[in-house]
């Protein structure tokens, strides 16, 4: 089973992929960037995240802001780029994700989200759920 992050302001639209992936994987959810800091931290202690959903448009600490402060925390840490966690961003624009392939994301998917797209994009990631 993955072990997913989803950051995402919208509780419907978290509910919704907790949702889709309750089958496949155990899900966290944040509903805000200083969340979502603080679960990444603390699952570094444990058994760090396989992947994280990451929505663009979050208020405070927006998900371009909190991709690239996963990615520094990764450098500090000597997790060579392409090893860190898989981050696919979440948006309902288009225009934001190429920023964000800039900053280090693995991959995007546009809102409204399709549940066969996005698990597709998950086991293109991490491979099958065990």
Known sequence: MWKILIVDDNYESR???????RD???CDVAADGKDAIDKYNASLQDKPYDL?????????????ELL???????????????E????IMVT??????????YQGCNDYIIKPIDAG???????KKLGDPT
């Open 15 to 21: 509910e919704l992929v907790a949702e889709i992936l």
């Open 24 to 26: 496949t994987a155990a």
């Open 52 to 64: 994280i959903l990451l929505d663009i448009e979050m208020p405070e600490i927006n998900g371009l």
């Open 68 to 82: 690239r402060k996963i990615r520094q925390s990764e450098e500090a840490a000597d997790i060579p780029l392409g």
């Open 84 to 87: 860190g966690v898989s981050i």
């Open 92 to 101: 309902a624009h288009k225009k934001p994700f190429l920023d964000a392939f």
């Open 117 to 123: 797209k996005l698990i597709d994009k998950i086991k």
